[in-house]
């Protein structure tokens, strides 16, 4: 006896993988809308962040503040106490963290700050 297989009905699709190839053209193109976003958030930021510098604000006139310099075991507190007695010390180092563009209260040693002209008469 032989034995005889049929083929199933019907059109037979060979099918084969193909691997897809990055071309070096293809990589710069794909590396290059990848950096796109970042490119875009560098410049708008140097746009944005010009935008103070390119104000007509002259900013604090030279002359109208003295400096001190903090010493071992100084506070923004002790200073404001001993440049200004007779004002509010809230005020005083409020107005001392505006004028030197400061983060917080937080001051080191031999750090240079700028006094306001109302309270260099203290010093």
Do not use: C, K
Not at 41 to 56: M, P, R
Not at 100 to 105: D, G, Q, R
């Amino acid at each position: 006896m032989s034995t005889v297989t049929l083929a199933a009905p019907g059109p037979h699709i060979a099918t084969s993988r193909t691997r897809l190839r990055l071309t070096t053209r293809g990589r710069r193109v794909l590396a290059a809308l990848a950096a796109l976003p970042v490119i875009a958030g560098i410049a708008i930021g140097t746009f944005a962040g010009g935008a103070a510098l390119g104000s007509n604000d002259a900013g604090a006139p030279s002359g109208t503040f003295q400096s001190v310099t903090v010493m071992p075991g100084d506070s923004l507190w002790g200073i404001a106490e001993r440049v200004a007695p007779e004002a509010d010390p809230r005020d005083v180092v409020s107005e001392i963290i505006s004028l030197n563009v400061l983060s917080n209260s937080a001051v080191d040693a031999g750090d240079r700050i700028a006094i306001p002209a109302q309270y260099s008469s203290g010093l």
